[in-house]
């Protein structure tokens, strides 16, 4: 079918606060350096429940959410070669390229400042616009009820059709069964790229993980294969605990049980004097300064990787003088899609799912269809609810 042709159907975000429509909507054709993309299935992430809830300060309305996806290239732009659909895959017919685009922030231009610095998985070719809800030439490709509606992260997968930078976009093997790996485009690389290739935990190391959700299962996972001793994840959820340990945690801990003890008290205890890994996935700031305060003396390394809502700081204050927490050796830091870089490392990735050395499958607790799309968003509030693959 033809984006154009009337059976495009998008979940449409009017306003901060409301449920998404389900509505048809126009997806206009590639311009240069563009590629529409026919998605066929997209996960739901707590970023797009978080820029719906209208705390994201870049969040503007309407909107098309949705930024992990999986998909087939239905036409490309001009200057967009490497692509094209139908000459990218040896399958007999209809050919075709499984793609997942990736989010805002982890286009890889290859060109760039930030790309070429080997610094960092953030590309500064197309943030401004992406953050604006455009593509690069400042327009909008999606029109509703003759409105013009805004992208998202750069990918908008809630849409039958979506367009999006070619930069945006990484072809993976047509074999990859796309159900699954759109999971890929977001939740799962996040946590996992932030222990194995942000954090770089070492064998032996101690990790404490909070926030036990489709992110820090990840994150789990992650120093799982690089070989950690103590996991300890830390959830308010006691559900999370089962989770938790078949993921591979160690320990499991509800901080909401400790009484008068503090979560930073407990593991420092549990790890004779701290962690040598901590990773926020919650998104909470008050987690945030605990998993610092978590860390060990001289080198702990505390990961933040949650988006705490607009207005919010971030502060620690637990020695005197507070500097002391940074002075005396720990470190905070955070990153985007856990600094994996989409285009040249996301391929290995599916790779090791395909080769059976990368959970994915596991994450998936609830499936829907895009009309039923909102129940998506109301699982996803109900804490039992990993992830959401929903079927366009
Ligand atoms: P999720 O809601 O599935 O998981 C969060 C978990 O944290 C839940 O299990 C919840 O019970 C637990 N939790 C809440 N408050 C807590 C507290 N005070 N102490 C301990 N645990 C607590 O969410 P998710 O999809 O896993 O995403 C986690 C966070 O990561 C969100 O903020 C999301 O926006 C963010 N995120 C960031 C990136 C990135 O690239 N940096 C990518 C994806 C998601
Ligand atoms: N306005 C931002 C807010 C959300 C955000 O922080 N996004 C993260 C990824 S979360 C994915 O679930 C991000 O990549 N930030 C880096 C950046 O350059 O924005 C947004 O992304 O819309
Ligand atoms: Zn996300």
Redesign the pocket.
């Known amino acids: 079918s033809q984006a154009t042709d009337g059976e495009n159907k998008a979940a449409i975000a009017w306003d901060a606060g409301q449920e998404l429509c389900v509505e048809e909507i126009e997806v206009a054709p590639p311009r240069a350096h563009e590629v529409r993309i026919e998605i066929y299935y997209t996960g739901v992430?707590?970023?797009d429940a978080?820029t719906l809830s209208g705390k994201d300060p870049e969040g503007a309305f309407p909107i098309i959410l949705g930024h992990e996806g999986a998909g087939i290239v239905e036409s490309v732009g001009e200057g967009v070669t490497k692509l094209v659909p139908n000459t990218c895959s040896s399958q007999s017919a209809p050919p075709r390229v499984s793609l997942i685009p990736v989010?805002r922030?982890t286009p890889e231009c290859k060109e760039c400042k930030f790309c070429k610095s080997g610094k960092t998985n953030l590309c500064g070719k197309i943030r401004a616009t992406q953050g604006k809800g455009v593509m690069p030439d400042g327009t909008s490709r999606f029109k509703a009820q003759g409105k013009d509606i805004l992208h998202f992260m750069g990918t908008s997968t809630f849409s039958q059709y979506t367009v999006v930078a070619d930069i945006s976009v990484v072809a993976i093997t047509p074999k990859a069964p796309m159900d699954r790996t759109c999971l890929l485009g977001?939740?799962i690389t996040?946590?996992y790229g932030a222990a194995v290739v942000t954090a770089k935990v070492e064998k032996g190391s101690n990790c404490a993980i909070?926030?036990?959700?489709?992110?820090?299962l990840s994150v789990i996972q992650g120093c799982v294969k690089n070989g950690a001793a103590k996991i300890i994840a830390?959830?308010?959820?006691d559900g999370?605990q089962a989770w938790a340990e078949k993921f591979g945690a160690t320990t499991f801990v509800n901080?909401t049980k400790l009484g008068k003890r503090s979560i930073q008290e407990e593991l420092i205890e549990m790890t004779d004097g701290g962690c040598d890994y901590t990773f926020d996935?919650?998104?909470?700031v008050?987690?945030m300064r605990a998993a610092l305060e978590a860390c060990h003396k001289g080198w702990g390394e505390s990961i933040i990787?949650?988006?705490a809502a607009a207005g919010q700081e971030i502060s620690t204050r637990r020695m005197t003088p507070p500097s002391f927490q940074l002075v005396t050796g720990r470190v905070w830091r955070?990153?985007?899609?856990?600094g994996i870089k989409g285009r040249s490392q996301l391929p290995a990735l599916v790779d090791d799912y395909m080769n059976g050395n990368l959970k994915v499958d596991e994450f998936i607790t609830h499936r829907e269809t895009l009309p039923k799309i909102n129940e998506a968003f109301n699982a996803?509030k109900q804490?039992d609810?990993?992830r959401c693959v929903v079927d366009m």
């Open positions: 992430c707590h970023t978080y989010l922030s977001c939740g996040t946590g909070f926030g036990a959700g489709c992110v820090g830390v959830d308010v959820n999370k901080p996935c919650t998104g909470n008050g987690v990787i949650g988006v955070g990153c985007a899609f856990g996803m804490g609810c990993i």
